[in-house]
């Protein structure tokens, strides 16, 4: 078996891409556990993955910070395929940090002179005010301001409990358990193609 994640190291919110193969190509009805556990060995993340029937790959992607496992340090991926009598298993670590709430602002000014000399009064209001006014044969200098700000905060995701992730746990590993004893023992319990 073979395991990788697409890069070493994440932070806030980045997809996690986990992926590998299992060699020779195994059956059908059979699946690859692949769990996440924190340096503290607390499941931040766990998923059954069906490989390719023609060539073994397999591939999932986990998206960090939906529990209180994810916390700061390196991260270990073990991947566990069984089926057939067989079975294969393997490891590989990434190091995760949580992303602090980030802000951005920026603002922009600008400065207008006029000068007219009708008799005309104009005055104009929308989300930047712009005013002009004349006297007549007098000289008026008008000025406009317009000023902007944005603010950007990320909120962290959602938590998803720990205890939930364990019963998911057991139901997949019971799940393989059923699906190996299955496919190994034919009719009348006769040993299996």
Aim: zero cysteines; a positive charge; charged letters at 5%.
């Amino acid at each position: 078996m073979t395991l990788q994640t697409d890069a070493p190291s994440y932070s806030g919110v980045q997809p996690i891409v986990i992926t590998g193969t299992v060699s020779p190509v195994p059956g059908a009805n059979t699946a690859v556990i692949i769990t996440v556990k924190n340096s503290a060995g607390g499941v931040a993340d766990i998923a059954e993955v069906v490989p390719s029937l023609t060539v073994g790959s397999f591939s999932y992607t986990s998206y960090p910070g939906g529990n209180q496992a994810w916390t700061s340090g390196t991260f270990t991926v073990n991947a566990t395929w069984g089926g057939g009598g067989a079975a294969a298993s393997q490891v590989v670590t990434f190091t995760y940090s949580p992303a602090a709430s980030s802000t951005t602002s920026s603002s922009t000014s600008s400065r207008t002179t006029s000068s007219t000399t009708t008799s005309t009064t104009t005055s104009t209001t929308t989300s930047t005010t712009t005013s002009s006014s004349t006297t007549p044969l007098a000289r008026t200098n008008s000025t406009t301001s317009t000023s902007s700000s944005t603010t950007t905060t990320t909120a962290p995701a959602p938590e998803f409990p720990s205890s939930a992730l364990a019963v998911v746990a057991l139901v997949a590993v019971a799940t393989v358990a059923a699906l190996s004893r299955r496919f190994a023992l034919g009719p009348a319990g006769s040993v299996g193609r």
